[in-house]
């Protein structure tokens, strides 16, 4: 353990805050590409708004609540605004000044909210779901990563292990995305009419940066340049190769091809499930860890059909499941020999360490399902969560953001008029929209 | 004069044009376009779900053709276009009352 300030650590780290920063944009367009044609700016701008939203409440709160030391539930007052830190104060056991390791946990807390979005494509009145994560951020997410990460978290204390943000990033962002879908209504035509994908590749691309970005998000929890952080980028892709591996095998028996968002689905659902369990696994428990997780939740995106609940791009079937899986794995596969000293029922360690796993899933399962739920109901009694039915079907885009995606079509452009008319409220534009049609 | 359309597989538009254009024809129009006859669509799957495609990509063409010439570029275009199995498309051909070429002004046969 580093005790003194390290050069080597911190430009780690401030590369890893920037790497983790880059997966909310790659998440946008995994998301964005999975909608249909007309919802994809919304798709974008959902996750877009929480780099705006969230970053400004962590300056504000959110970080001192978060990770100040204050009692097993919250944390304490002393850094809001940011204040009362010093500029080469360092975090509590580590070489890197607590600025950067605020900076660096803004990136997960941006990301968590965000992840909740795909389960609510097409449909969510913008101005609701920018009031949703910031009471979502300040009554769920800041609080339950106080007490997975916090020094006197309850949960921490308990012994759960949550490496990098199983629990607290994807179960928590899962369940929450569960919550809400149950509390409002499905997207029309849901299990009716197709809902293809509208750009593959642009989901391809938003997986390929997750994918990137999230060796700083595991790695960089590390919070050092050293072994555990090597091991845990080495899990990192061997999990998500494996899932992928295990994904694109279990529909090709099932459903007959390898396809391209298997592809992509697969390695999410491996990264997914190594941010718990990757500080404890082996490179070989991590190959496993990412089958598992693969079919697992290849698996369990079906069952949004069977059982009916409209979870749009399966955040609950992929996070929740994911992460459930990668949590409880840790009490299997864990060596005690790479980050940490628990040890898995595989390693001689018994029931103890999946005991500890199962309170801390259940815990956030039951907290933030529950207060997810309770959120999205009172804003839709309240202002609504959902925007009209005529909106929807004519596309989201240009109902909520008064914009097109793409603009392919050389004779139905607008005129210079137009451009130039004093456009100063969305509901001009969408009065203007009306008389062209 | 006589207005021929022809809703084909895309991949033999290529033919029909050559085809066309060594039949003398000088303008056509080509639009993208999409549906199903007997063949019916394809099946696609996303994360399990499966979508059926009803409507297939077609290439529809059209060329406006003075009437004894009708018969002979229907015949063109057929042979063009076939490929002998299912999903080759329709030609069909309609009365056309007139036709005026825009930048001269010329009417009838003398407009095509």
Redesign the interface.
Known sequence: MPHGFSAGDTAYMLISAALVMVMTPGLAFFYGGMVRVKGVLNMLMMSFISLGIITVLWTLYGFSVAFDSGNAVLGGLDWLGMRGIGLNQLWTGTGIPIYVFASFQLMFAIITPALISGALADRVKFTAWALFIALWGTIVYFPVAHWVWGSDGFLFKFGVIDFAGGTAVHINAGVAALGVILAIRKRIGFKRD?M??HNLPLVMIGAGLLWFGWFGFNAGSALSANGVAAVMFLNTQVATAAAMLGWLVY?RI????F?T??AA?GAVAGLVAITPSGGSVSPLGAIAVGLIAGVAC?AA??LK?RWNYDDSL?VVGVHMVGGIVGSLLIGFFATGGVGQTAKGLFYGGGLAQLGKQCVGVLTVLVFSGVVSFLLAKAIDKTMGMTITEDDEVSGIDQAEHAETGYDFTGVAGGSAKKVEAKVSTAKKVEKKVEADA | MKLITAVIKPQRLDEVKAALEAFGVHGLTVTEASGHGRQRGHT??????????DMVPKARVEVLVEDEDAEELIDVVVKAARTGKIGDGKVWSVPVETAVRVRTGERGPDAL
Do not use: I, Q
Not at chain 1, 254 to 257: A, L, M, S, W
Not at chain 2, 44 to 52: D, H, I, L, N
């Open positions: 197709p293809r994908p529909e099932k459903h007959g091809r396809t968002l298997g689905s290849a995106v079906g059909y399966d | 696609e799957v996303y994360r399990g779900a499966e979508y059926t495609v």
